[in-house]
């Protein structure tokens, strides 16, 4: 979320804070320097200067660009913290003046950008205008990336792995389903079983996809009868060859964009055939006002969805 801007808490910190995460975040002095508006020889005397303060390298200076040494991931944790802070006092300094704006960043599967997403910023939208949100769509790994070295605000995923720099704030629990074109012989059912699916092809969800892992063990026992015709961990992909009559996919029904009538989601019988959805922020960061409207609005949208959303911070 580069577009964010310093406010006033901010400027009282050391220039060497900016210089550095804009180094941390472009990997090279030149880009670094053209996205502060200064030169170059400025920014790189900042960075020697607080290499020689701080005893220790912060960057390998590599033929590929700036990398962060051992020494520089901590610094850079630390001032991920400082920027994150500032911005939120800076939010909670203009609440007090009655203003009520900012920017968030949002993070999320592609399993929820068709449908659960934009109902969540369109809300958003109409109940706080001054607010800018931006979102991108990330595989389980790229969030967690983003989150913990700041990038973005929030993250939504499934069944993510917990991990300690990263903090579950609300999960809901949806049930797995096969996806079948609506007229398919397993459309009709109210259930059916992972083995009533493997008369058919199947189209699977990648290893990229959490999903995957979630699937592993009910399809483990039938191994050797699986029809894999696609393995991807394109949700619009696979919805698509599911259309198609291609084969039958396994997915929350929160994949299913609103309204669409041509693909049918039917639960799954067997124990367990559920996926969570978590919804993350950074480990020990203040939340500023603009992204607790967020979280309650995901909140709100998963509570809406039926999803069981433990709604404890």
Same mark, same amino acid.
């Given at each position: 979320?580069?577009?964010?801007?310093?406010?006033?808490?901010?400027?009282?910190? &050391?220039?060497?804070?900016?210089?550095? &995460?804009?180094?941390?975040?472009?990997?090279?002095?030149?880009?670094?320097?053209?996205?502060?508006?200064?030169?170059?020889?400025?920014?790189?005397?900042?960075?020697?200067?607080?290499?020689?303060?701080?005893?220790?390298?912060?960057?390998?200076?590599?033929?590929?660009?700036?990398?962060?040494?051992? =020494? #520089?991931?901590?610094? +850079?944790?630390?001032?991920?913290?400082?920027?994150?802070?500032?911005?939120? %006092?800076?939010?909670?300094? +203009?609440?007090?003046?009655?203003?009520?704006?900012?920017?968030?960043?949002?993070? =999320?599967?592609?399993?929820?950008?068709?449908?659960?997403?934009?109902?969540?910023?369109?809300?958003?939208?109409?109940?706080?205008? #001054?607010?800018?949100?931006?979102?991108?769509?990330?595989?389980?790994?790229?969030?967690?990336?983003?989150?913990?070295?700041?990038?973005? &605000?929030?993250?939504?995923?499934?069944?993510?792995?917990?991990?300690?720099?990263?903090?579950?704030?609300?999960?809901?629990?949806?049930?797995?389903?096969?996806?079948?074109? =609506?007229?398919?012989?397993? *459309?009709?059912?109210?259930?059916?079983?992972?083995?009533?699916?493997?008369?058919?092809?199947?189209?699977?969800?990648?290893?990229? /996809?959490?999903?995957?892992?979630?699937?592993?063990?009910? /399809?483990?026992?039938?191994?050797?009868?699986? !029809?894999?015709?696609?393995?991807?961990?394109?949700?619009? /992909?696979?919805?698509?060859?599911?259309? /198609? #009559?291609?084969?039958?996919?396994?997915?929350?029904?929160?994949?299913?964009?609103?309204?669409?009538?041509?693909?049918?989601?039917?639960?799954? !019988?067997?124990?367990?055939?559920?996926?969570?959805?978590?919804?993350?922020?950074?480990?020990?960061?203040?939340?500023?006002? *603009?992204?607790?409207?967020?979280?309650?609005?995901?909140?709100?949208?998963?509570?809406? %969805?039926?999803?069981? %959303?433990?709604? =404890?911070?």
């Amino acid at each position: 979320m580069r577009e964010w801007r310093p406010g006033q808490v901010l400027r009282v910190h &050391d220039r060497a804070i900016l210089y550095f &995460d804009a180094v941390r975040e472009y990997g090279s002095i030149r880009e670094a320097a053209r996205r502060l508006n200064v030169t170059p020889s400025a920014l790189t005397r900042q960075l020697g200067q607080m290499e020689a303060e701080i005893g220790a390298p912060l960057f390998d200076r590599l033929p590929g660009g700036m990398v962060l040494t051992a =020494a #520089g991931e901590i610094v +850079a944790r630390h001032i991920v913290t400082v920027l994150q802070d500032a911005r939120r %006092t800076d939010e909670r300094i +203009a609440a007090l003046r009655g203003g009520h704006e900012g920017r968030v960043g949002v993070m =999320a599967v592609a399993g929820v950008m068709g449908g659960l997403l934009p109902r969540i910023l369109q809300r958003m939208m109409v109940r706080y205008p #001054g607010i800018v949100t931006h979102a991108e769509a990330g595989s389980p790994g790229m969030i967690a990336r983003a989150l913990s070295s700041g990038q973005t &605000d929030l993250g939504i995923a499934f069944s993510l792995e917990p991990m300690p720099d990263l903090r579950q704030i609300t999960v809901a629990t949806f049930p797995i389903g096969a996806i079948v074109p =609506a007229g398919h012989p397993l *459309s009709r059912k109210p259930s059916v079983t992972v083995a009533e699916c493997l008369k058919y092809p199947l189209i699977l969800p990648s290893p990229t /996809l959490s999903l995957r892992w979630v699937m592993e063990p009910f /399809l483990r026992p039938y191994r050797e009868q699986l !029809k894999i015709v696609v393995e991807t961990g394109s949700i619009e /992909l696979t919805n698509r060859m599911v259309a /198609l #009559g291609t084969g039958v996919s396994f997915q929350s029904w929160l994949a299913l964009e609103p309204g669409n009538t041509g693909l049918v989601h039917i639960p799954l !019988k067997d124990a367990g055939a559920t996926t969570d959805l978590g919804v993350y922020v950074r480990e020990a960061r203040w939340l500023p006002p *603009s992204l607790e409207e967020l979280i309650g609005e995901v909140r709100a949208a998963l509570w809406d %969805t039926g999803g069981g %959303t433990d709604q =404890a911070f």
